[in-house]
């Protein structure tokens, strides 16, 4: 018995998969950013370039997924991939997390965001003066 198989839910869950593997990496690079930059390793040039990156990565994520049609495929797979890592942080630390977020990566996360924007947006502004 043949298998059918729609070929865009097909295509959607694969580039779903794929686009939220690369948002986790670009969390991860975020979290690093901001230890490296909280350590004093990062000059304000690296700093600068490596906000401007980000933000960018940020961008052109959000508009494949918006030309592709795949938000809520990625959404999806993050939140299963959420749930994995949640069950297995619970098994190792011997009780659930609260909300199946660690709420301190979350905090970072924001943090990292907002210190990385703040740079770029100062950037473009000494740029057009």
Same mark, same amino acid.
């Given at each position: 018995?043949?298998?059918?198989?729609?070929?865009?839910?097909?295509?959607?869950?694969?580039?779903?998969?794929?686009?939220?593997?690369?948002?986790?990496?670009?969390?991860?690079?975020?979290?690093?950013?901001?230890?490296?930059?909280?350590?004093?390793?990062?000059?304000? &040039?690296?700093?600068?370039?490596?906000?401007?990156?980000?933000?960018?990565?940020?961008?052109?994520?959000?508009?494949?997924?918006?030309?592709?049609?795949?938000?809520?495929? *990625?959404? =999806? *797979?993050?939140? !299963?991939?959420?749930?994995?890592?949640?069950?297995?942080?619970?098994?190792?630390?011997?009780?659930?997390?609260?909300?199946?977020?660690?709420?301190?990566?979350?905090? =970072?996360?924001?943090?990292?965001? =907002?210190?990385? !924007?703040?740079?770029?947006?100062?950037?473009?502004?000494?740029?057009? &003066?």
């Amino acid at each position: 018995m043949p298998i059918d198989i729609d070929e865009k839910n097909l295509k959607h869950g694969v580039l779903g998969l794929v686009v939220a593997l690369v948002e986790i990496i670009k969390d991860a690079l975020k979290l690093q950013a901001l230890k490296r930059m909280e350590g004093g390793s990062l000059t304000e &040039e690296e700093i600068d370039r490596l906000g401007e990156a980000l933000m960018d990565l940020d961008t052109a994520i959000e508009e494949m997924k918006t030309e592709q049609g795949i938000t809520e495929s *990625v959404k =999806s *797979v993050r939140d !299963g991939l959420d749930n994995i890592v949640d069950e297995l942080l619970d098994k190792m630390m011997g009780g659930p997390m609260s909300e199946g977020q660690d709420p301190k990566l979350n905090d =970072s996360l924001l943090n990292a965001d =907002s210190e990385l !924007g703040t740079r770029k947006i100062k950037k473009q502004q000494n740029d057009h &003066e």
